[in-house]
């Protein structure tokens, strides 16, 4: 057992090593052929990761990208492919961002609204999901192409929407929806040593609790058995009961919820408005941070930081004559070598469990017949 146990550690240390070993020769090839030295990026990335500044700019962008990664490996656990997590989460920011600062709401209570606003979002995302959730189940049309033409419909509605004469105002050049008051902001969490203005979004802790809520809904339930289950084999959960085109449903609204959470600490944290300027491309980071954590919430909080830190590092990089779009190479380069070596890695360990079975049969005497 103890050499099993060994084996076992190895072969889960070789793939995320392995990939970080090989991401670095090549980002390491690339800046030696554009004439930069890669000690140099390294020097700069590790120089702005160390100040406070970048690190809060860092965290803030793990909160984003870990609340998009959550929404693509629900859908990844049923082998559901929801790849409109960024038209989800556009459209839902725009649409909590308008009722947030409409005038009516300055009358509620700020805890009253901050939470419509958040649930607003929840439901505009899940809405948004559940198009696509009930193309597949009842048409058998691919997530994949619903959820992408979906996420071109959102980006029309949204520019149709965003309008003076719509839902949005206009402020010299700046088209953005009603500016959210103070009480309905969520305020932001101090950092050591960085500036005032620099702060850590207050519905961190709601990223933190989604993160939780998903390793409980699917490790401690009977939801997340049956999810896993249909992921794994529709044949062998109709067998034993699911209901598959249900949970096929299901779990389309829960990606697309929570990915209606992935603009909101940005929303009522930092910006307090919708804008052209609003972050985008953040629901495809989220597929690319589901993939390097493995959809494993600790895994994918990894992947979320370190992805929130290479972005944060782009200015520093530039100061120190270091082209920025290394780091989108870095980027592509680390989640297609963890790909690649998660599955080398598969494949290697299956054949040893092959071998070991192979192994146990041939060591195995067949009794003999009574009587021979």
Not at 239 to 248: E, Q
Not at 275 to 280: K, R, V
Request: aromatic content about 6%; some cysteine.
């Amino acid at each position: 057992m103890g050499r099993l146990s060994a084996r076992s550690v190895l072969l889960g240390l070789a793939a995320p090593v392995s990939a970080l070993v090989f991401a670095g020769l090549i980002c390491s090839l690339i800046l030696a052929l554009t004439g930069t030295s890669p000690g140099s990026a390294v020097e700069a990335i590790v120089e702005a990761a160390q100040r406070p500044r970048t690190t809060v700019i860092a965290i803030n962008n793990a909160t984003n990208y870990y609340l998009a990664a959550v929404a693509v490996a629900i859908g990844f656990r049923m082998n559901l492919f929801n790849i409109g997590v960024d038209g989800q989460y556009r459209l839902a920011a725009m649409l909590a961002a308008a009722l947030a600062g409409a005038s009516f709401m300055e009358s509620l209570p700020s805890f009253l609204r901050v939470t419509l606003t958040i649930l607003t979002a929840m439901v505009v995302g899940a809405t948004w999901a559940g198009i696509a959730g009930f193309l597949k189940v009842t048409r058998g049309v691919s997530e994949v192409i619903s959820t992408i033409m979906l996420n071109a419909i959102a980006t029309a509605l949204v520019a149709f929407l965003l309008n003076p004469d719509r839902m949005a105002v206009l402020t010299g050049n700046d088209i953005h929806t009603p500016e959210i008051t103070e009480g309905g902001q969520v305020s932001g969490i101090p950092f050591p040593d960085a500036p005032p203005s620099a702060t850590v979004h207050g519905l961190i802790v709601v990223a933190i609790l989604v993160g939780f809520l998903y390793w409980f809904g699917l490790s401690r339930t009977r939801f997340g058995f049956d999810l896993k289950a249909t992921g794994l084999s529709e044949s062998a959960a109709v067998a034993s009961g699911v209901d598959v085109k249900r949970m096929v449903f299901l779990s389309m609204l829960l990606s697309g919820a929570v990915a209606g959470l992935v603009g909101m600490p940005e929303l009522l944290g930092g910006a307090h408005s919708y804008s052209l300027n609003f972050p985008a491309g953040v629901g495809f980071i989220g597929i690319a941070v589901a993939l390097l954590g493995r959809n494993h919430p600790i895994g994918m909080a990894f992947a979320a930081l370190l992805w929130g830190l290479l972005d944060a590092s782009a200015n520093g990089l530039e100061g120190n004559d270091v082209p920025k779009e290394i780091l989108a190479i870095m980027q592509g380069v680390v989640v297609l070598s963890v790909v690649i070596a998660y599955e080398l890695v598969r494949r290697y360990r299956v054949r040893l469990e092959q071998r070991e079975v192979g192994r146990a049969l041939g060591s195995t005497k067949v009794p003999e017949a009574v009587g021979s």
